[in-house]
């Protein structure tokens, strides 16, 4: 469904015209702001790409970063079951808050360490999906399968050498260097860490 079809689905008039507005940064899916929304702030949100809300102390449209021009970027948007509230994925152009902080709740917005790994994942992807580009992982997948499978045999065997060591800036590198590597092989044959991770849990019966 794309964004114009789900306009005549938004319960708008539960809310007197408006409808919460739940801001969630796409990348580190931190919660950002709530903001409200009519059906003009919603279509404007959608046609111009900007999310914009309705401001009910200036009682017009409101395009975040409209003075400041830390916009925030429509990336996604959903309804949720009662069709009266909406989760807007962004991504925000500087700090959300109008107090200079990256959330409303002054909480840093940078992605939990699982986060990231999902988000070095997509990046892994996007450089398969563009062999042309002039980066080290595309290289890797224009070698093929073998040349990846063999730098993670080598990254594994460097791990364990500097495990023998103390030495703990060389052992963490390589332990960098391996993981790297397995997410790109992970791709390169198509899978994802989230099915590696399923493994995991049905071995340990963890839901």
Request: contains cysteine; negative net charge.
């Given at each position: ?127 398969k999906k563009n062999l042309s580009e002039k980066s080290y992982t595309a290289s890797l997948f224009q070698k093929g399968i073998n040349k990846i499978a063999q730098k ?56």
């Open positions: 469904m794309n964004f114009k079809e789900l306009t005549n689905q938004i319960d708008f008039e539960k809310g007197e015209g408006l409808v919460p507005a739940i801001i969630q940064d796409v990348k580190t899916q931190k919660v950002l702001m709530l903001g409200y929304m009519n059906k003009e702030s919603y279509e404007k949100t959608i046609e111009t790409g900007k999310v914009t809300f309705f401001s009910r102390s200036k009682q017009r449209l409101w395009t975040k970063g409209e003075e400041s021009g830390n916009f925030l970027n429509l990336k996604d948007l959903s309804l949720d079951c009662d069709k009266d509230t909406l989760l807007v994925k962004v991504d925000p152009v500087g700090p959300v808050c109008h107090k200079g902080t990256d959330t409303c709740w002054a909480e840093e917005n940078r992605a939990g360490n699982i986060d990231f790994l999902l988000q070095l994942q997509q990046v892994i992807t996007e450089r993670v045999g080598e990254e594994a065997v460097e791990l364990v050498i500097e495990a023998k060591d103390d030495n703990q800036e060389l052992f963490m590198g390589e332990a960098a260097d391996l993981l790297f590597h397995y997410l790109v092989l992970l791709s390169a044959k198509e899978y994802r860490l989230e099915q590696v991770i399923d493994v995991l849990k049905q071995r340990h019966k963890l839901s």
